[in-house]
């Protein structure tokens, strides 16, 4: 087997890719920091191609696809994503919109490109990673919720399509909660309390994906906070989470 895997150079991706080839299949890591995939090439007891790119860029995506849609892929990792904290009237608007280019265009053009050639041979495995996020609004973090959201519910979606369809082809939502990557750091924030390993989530995101799961969910505390989210008033939510997200930004001057 092979798998193509965006962000892999830190974080998810990363574990991702030492979980994928722990279990014998081949890499096509894809990244902005062409060392650091080179250094991950290097260790990795598979084989390895990668690419160093800006995957905002959808002429990029483009590239990409031309050049890997021959390699006979059997698993896209959609993960390359970022967030940013504080108030929507105070963020920098570039800097939204780049998120919104990683975080929804980028996803939805690769699921898109791939989903049409994985339909074709009727067998594959796209995983797009979300959050736990994704289930709810985000005071302080408004647009990296809102993203989230859409993957979320276009994978719901395109997971009912393919079922009707009879097809094999599977699509699965990660959604974590906090996991110990370099997310905060990009984003402006601090955690409160401790994340999960990024490897625990990557076992925990392989397993589901190979089983077909629509959305998979690591760890228990964050699968109990979603459930009881369901039946607490959306405002009174809004409040503990906006609560939560300054309280991981107060250090930062939000």
Same mark, same amino acid.
């Given at each position: 087997?092979?798998?193509?895997?965006?962000?892999?150079?830190? +974080?998810?991706?990363?574990?991702?890719?030492?979980?994928?080839?722990?279990?014998?299949?081949?890499?096509?890591?894809?990244?902005?920091?062409?060392?650091?995939?080179?250094?991950?090439?290097?260790?990795?007891?598979?084989?390895?191609?990668?690419?160093?790119?800006?995957?905002?860029?959808?002429?990029?995506?483009?590239?990409?696809?031309?050049?890997?849609?021959?390699?006979?892929?059997?698993?896209?990792?959609?993960?390359?994503?970022?967030?940013?904290?504080?108030?929507?009237?105070?963020?920098?608007?570039?800097?939204?919109?780049?998120?919104?280019?990683?975080?929804?265009?980028?996803?939805?053009?690769?699921?898109? #490109?791939?989903?049409?050639?994985?339909?074709?041979?009727?067998?594959?495995?796209?995983?797009?990673?979300?959050?736990?996020? +994704?289930?709810?609004?985000?005071?302080?973090?408004?647009?990296?919720?809102?993203? *989230?959201?859409?993957?979320?519910? #276009?994978?719901?979606?395109?997971?009912?399509?393919?079922?009707?369809?009879?097809?094999?082809?599977?699509?699965?939502?990660?959604?974590?909660?906090?996991?110990?990557?370099?997310?905060?750091?990009?984003?402006?924030?601090?955690?409160? +309390?401790?994340?999960?390993?990024?490897?625990?989530?990557?076992?925990?995101?392989?397993?589901?994906?190979?089983?077909?799961?629509?959305?998979?969910?690591?760890?228990?505390?964050?699968?109990?906070?979603?459930? #009881?989210? *369901?039946?607490?008033?959306?405002?009174?939510?809004?409040?503990?989470?906006?609560?939560?997200?300054?309280?991981?930004?107060?250090?930062?001057? #939000?």
């Amino acid at each position: 087997m092979k798998a193509l895997i965006t962000g892999a150079s830190s +974080g998810i991706g990363k574990a991702i890719a030492y979980e994928l080839a722990s279990r014998g299949i081949d890499l096509i890591l894809v990244a902005r920091r062409g060392l650091v995939l080179k250094e991950l090439k290097s260790v990795l007891p598979v084989n390895v191609k990668c690419y160093q790119l800006d995957i905002s860029d959808m002429k990029n995506i483009e590239y990409l696809y031309k050049e890997v849609r021959n390699e006979d892929i059997d698993i896209v990792v959609n993960n390359a994503g970022f967030g940013l904290f504080g108030n929507f009237n105070e963020t920098d608007i570039t800097r939204e919109f780049e998120m919104i280019d990683v975080n929804i265009k980028a996803v939805h053009y690769m699921t898109k #490109l791939f989903l049409y050639d994985f339909i074709k041979k009727d067998k594959g495995y796209i995983l797009n990673v979300a959050s736990s996020a +994704g289930f709810m609004s985000g005071p302080h973090l408004s647009t990296y919720y809102a993203t *989230k959201n859409y993957v979320c519910r #276009l994978d719901e979606a395109i997971y009912q399509e393919l079922k009707e369809m009879k097809s094999h082809v599977k699509i699965s939502s990660l959604c974590p909660g906090p996991v110990d990557t370099e997310f905060n750091k990009v984003a402006g924030g601090t955690f409160v +309390g401790k994340g999960m390993k990024a490897d625990r989530v990557a076992k925990i995101a392989v397993d589901g994906m190979l089983k077909g799961k629509m959305t998979i969910i690591p760890g228990l505390r964050i699968k109990l906070g979603l459930f #009881l989210y *369901k039946f607490i008033p959306k405002k009174l939510a809004m409040k503990f989470i906006s609560k939560y997200q300054v309280a991981k930004t107060s250090k930062k001057g #939000l």
